[in-house]
């Protein structure tokens, strides 16, 4: 009997000792951050005419969802003003995935938004992760 209850001991040893390790590691890991699955390294555009001509520099690490908004706005006397703003589904993104370039400003508002008005204008893009323990990325490029 005390072999028995030596093995069962030692087992409820181990088992300690690992949920221990298991638990401090955890505790040592970063939390992910939204860089770990996405990450924009430049958008660009250029007046075309009527539109924008946009050109995005992005990569996905992991697959992600994850909502996009844009905002077109110009500067006034008071500061910035929204001329149009589009907010796209939750989609999945996903690192193979592959984005035409460049892209016009009615497919990167998804129709919401394909005019660019005369003047400087300023295109601002929020892609928000689905999980709330991620942060929002936000990229604004201006067309002269």
Not at 4 to 30: E, H, Q, R, W
Not at 53 to 60: F, K, L, Q
Not at 108 to 120: K, Y
Request: glycine residues 6%; proline residues 10%; aromatic residues 6%.
């Amino acid at each position: 009997m005390s072999a028995t209850m030596d093995a069962i001991y030692g087992l409820a040893v181990s088992i300690g000792v690992v949920g221990l390790v298991t638990d401090s590691m955890v505790k040592l890991a970063p939390p992910p951050v939204t860089a770990d699955f996405f990450e924009v390294a430049e958008v660009r555009a250029d007046r075309d005419g009527n539109t924008a001509a946009i050109w995005v520099d992005r990569e996905i690490h992991r697959a992600i969802y994850m909502t996009a908004s844009v905002r077109v706005m110009q500067p006034t006397p008071r500061g910035m003003q929204q001329v149009c703003i589009a907010d796209g589904p939750t989609i999945l993104y996903r690192p193979e995935a592959v984005m035409p370039q460049p892209v016009d400003l009615g497919w990167w508002t998804w129709g919401h938004c394909p005019i660019l008005p005369d003047g400087r204008t300023v295109i601002e893009t929020t892609w928000t992760p689905r999980d709330p323990a991620l942060e929002p990325v936000t990229v604004e490029v201006t067309v002269e």
